[in-house]
């Protein structure tokens, strides 16, 4: 099985600053990965899928960069609505592993 | 729009059996792999399982494999989590989610339905 890993596993972050979050698989996933947003009590939304492709409707101040297995999330100017939980996820062999998260706290 | 509707969460004892069902709506259903993922209380994401857009493959993490079953039925528009003997630690949020491909493979997840809850405790 393919292991995640995420680093930080929490942060505090003050508004405006750039944000970046590590995902790191256990063997290659190719660009086999998505990152999640999850906001406390609801629905994960996806971010960006394929490593890079940001999804329609997130703002652009979201990036995703990375190939085999180490990936990056950034953030670029941080806004309050962007405290929530965030998983990386692999989709390139079962079972479908998603990373641990980390916790982004807005000051 | 797109909706996903889970039903079917419960309080079961240890040892028990549940069925989770999920009306899909909005969508060609049978042009997409789904899935189930879990959420423990306060805990991460775990993926429970996928099956292809026909239902011809069917995948699951080792700890899960014979104790829970994926189905669907395109004519109905609907998923399925059949759950045979329940753990305590099976007591998750569970969350039926689209794919954006066929096969579920090099692909992600686009929608989640709201999820059920179920709680294993005797």
């Known amino acids: 099985d393919i292991q995640m890993t995420q680093s930080p596993s929490s942060l505090s972050a003050s508004v405006g600053d750039r944000v970046t979050i590590t995902c790191r698989a256990s063997q290659t996933v190719s660009t086999s990965l998505n990152w999640f947003q999850q906001k406390p009590g609801k629905v994960p939304n996806l971010l960006i899928s394929g490593a890079s492709t940001l999804q329609s409707g997130v703002p652009s101040r979201f990036g995703g960069s990375g190939s085999g297995t180490d990936f990056t999330l950034t953030i670029s100017s941080l806004q309050p609505e962007d405290s929530a939980t965030y998983y990386c996820q692999q989709s390139y062999s079962s079972p479908f592993t998603f990373g641990p998260g980390t916790k982004l706290d807005v000051k | 729009d797109v909706q996903l509707v889970e039903s079917g969460g419960a309080v079961v004892p240890p040892g028990g059996s549940l069925r989770l069902s999920c009306a899909a709506s909005g969508f060609t259903f049978d042009n997409f792999a789904m899935h189930w993922v879990r959420q423990a209380p306060g805990k991460g994401l775990e993926w429970v399982s996928l099956i292809s857009w026909d239902g011809g493959s069917t995948y699951s993490p080792d700890s899960m494999k014979g104790r829970f079953t994926i189905s669907r039925d395109n004519n109905k528009h609907s998923l399925y989590l059949q759950m045979n003997s329940l753990r305590v630690e099976d007591t998750a949020v569970y969350y039926c989610?689209?794919?954006?491909?066929?096969?579920?493979?090099?692909?992600?997840?686009?929608?989640w339905g709201k999820g059920t809850t179920v709680t294993v405790s005797s």
């Open positions: 989610v689209k794919d954006f491909g066929r096969i579920g493979y090099y692909s992600y997840m686009d929608v």
